[in-house]
T-cell receptor, first 116, second 116 residues
Framework: AQSVTQLGSHVSVSEGALVLLRCNYSSSVPPYLFWYVQYPNQGLQLLLK??????LVKGINGFEAEFKKSETSFHLTKPSAHMSDAAEYFCAVTSRGGGSNYKLTFGKGTLLTVNP | GAVVSQHPSRVICKSGTSVKIECRSLDFQATTMFWYRQFPKKSLMLMAT?????????EQGVEKDKFLINHASLTLSTLTVTSAHPEDSSFYIC????????????FGEGSWLTVV
């Protein structure tokens, strides 16, 4: 069984400040981990993914995340927030299976607000 | 990145009627697609896994006779909500797995269903 916990349903930062969105996972097998962003009334856009290569993963729009097995964490960071980063962010986990075993389990999401 | 398209983006239907939502992978073949439902300000709930050429696998608690899923080709999966009721109103999102043993899932833009 797999699960994802996103600490903080709402994070508010000032423009230019560091963004830190927390994600902890639980998985009985080595996981694949993902961060997705969702803008209002839209689908999900992949920000970045961890698939057992480098533990520090760089994604789009200046975001990056670090896989820490000892802490079962995959926190998302961005050095300097931009107004356009305001959105809902979802962390997701899946097992390294193929085909229909490749189900994503999502966290509950974190709403990021960026203040001018 | 890969593109997954959903149609329609918004649909309003009368209670008791059926409505079909299409999910297409535009630039890759997807043997597996997933259908999610998202309630306002909530996370994504996996409804079913759609496999090309075979029956869909439904998650526990999802009525397979109400939410008909057909994956007729490697680029198209459809979700038909039969005998729709107002409580079926929601945001439905599909996703497609890229590659048989691939490790990335791409999401469509989502479809808003309103049952009146």
């Amino acid at each position: 069984a797999q699960s994802v916990t996103q600490l903080g349903s709402h994070v508010s930062v000032s423009e230019g400040a560091l963004v830190l969105l927390r994600c902890n996972y639980s998985s009985s097998v080595p996981p694949y981990l993902f961060w997705y962003v969702q803008y209002p009334n839209q689908g999900l856009q992949l920000l970045l993914k961890y698939t057992s290569a480098a533990t520090l993963v760089k994604g789009i729009n200046g975001f990056e995340a670090e896989f820490k097995k000892s802490e079962t964490s995959f926190h998302l960071t961005k050095p300097s927030a931009h107004m356009s980063d305001a959105a809902e962010y979802f962390c997701a986990v899946t097992s390294r299976g193929g085909g229909s075993n490749y189900k994503l389990t999502f966290g509950k999401g974190t709403l990021l607000t960026v203040n001018p | 990145g890969a593109v997954v398209s959903q149609h329609p983006s918004r649909v309003i239907c009368k209670s008791g009627t059926s409505v079909k939502i299409e999910c297409r992978s535009l630039d890759f073949q997807a043997t597996t697609m997933f259908w999610y439902r998202q309630f306002p300000k909530k996370s994504l709930m996996l409804m079913a896994t759609s496999n090309e050429g075979s029956k869909a696998t439904y998650e526990q608690g999802v009525e397979k006779d109400k939410f008909l899923i057909n994956h007729a080709s490697l680029t198209l999966s459809t979700l038909t909500v039969t005998s729709a009721h107002p409580e079926d109103s929601s945001f439905y999102i599909c996703s497609a797995l890229w590659g048989f043993s691939g490790n990335t899932i791409y999401f469509g833009e989502g479809s808003w269903l309103t049952v009146v």
